[in-house]
Structures are given as C-alpha cells and as structure tokens.
C-alpha cells in the first residue's frame, strides 16, 4: 500500500489549502482513509476520515465548519478542503488507511499504512 500526500505549503492566516492523498497498492473497498496532523512537541491528532466504499464522514470538531474530506474515487485520492486556516492548523498532516472501528478510528493506532506528511504552516 502506498499513500502520498501533498499540498501542503505555507498560507496566511484565513486562507486555504486543499490536501491530497493519492492511494494505491490495493483494493481501499471496506477501508477508511483518514487525515492526521501533527504540530511541533504535540502527539498526532485525529482530523477527519472516510469511508472509500460508503458515504460516511468524520470530522474533528476542532475543524467542523472549516475542513472537508471528499474522495474521487476514479482517481484513488481523498482530498481535504481546508478553509479558514489559522496559525493553531500549522502541523505535518498525513494521510492513512484502516478499518473503520467506531471506538478507534481516531487514533492513530487504527491505521496500519501511512503515507510520508505534507507541511502546512499558517503565518498569523
């Protein structure tokens, strides 16, 4: 399995980035695909998740109202919208797949394939 990222880059506070995720290596049916984000000194923080053969969503209520995961699947990638940005959104963000648990899915502990990290940083 093998996710890369990208996307991320360096935005003033208020504005947007779009993330990818560009999966491949396997069939994702039955998977989720879930963003992280990690910030200097902090441990890996749960952003928002989908499901690759449903329609179920998950989003951090940190970032409810902000972010948007969407997926295309003719292309294998997820994606996450990200609007409003401010300096506390500045982390490494990753990308990783899993089976939905509804008890775990937000930790990373879930997820078994991580793709690399793309820097976002946010300058107030």
């Known amino acids: 399995v093998q996710l890369q990222a990208s996307g991320g880059g360096l935005v003033q506070a208020g504005g947007s980035l779009r993330l990818s995720c560009a999966a491949s290596g396997r069939a994702f049916s039955g998977y989720i695909i879930a963003w992280f984000r990690q910030a200097p000194g902090k441990e890996r923080e749960f952003v928002a998740a989908?499901?690759?053969?449903?329609?179920?969503?998950y989003h951090a209520d940190s970032v409810k109202g902000r972010f948007t995961i969407s997926k295309d699947v003719a292309k294998n990638t997820v994606y996450l919208q990200m609007n409003s940005l401010n300096a506390e959104d500045t982390a490494v963000y990753y990308c990783?797949?899993?089976?939905?648990?509804?008890?775990?899915?937000?930790?990373?502990?879930?997820?078994?394939?991580w793709g690399q990290g793309t820097l976002v940083t946010v300058s107030s």
């Open positions: 990783a797949t899993g089976v939905f648990y509804a008890r775990t899915y937000k930790s990373p502990d879930n997820y078994g394939d």
């Open positions: 989908i499901s690759w053969g449903g329609t179920s969503q």
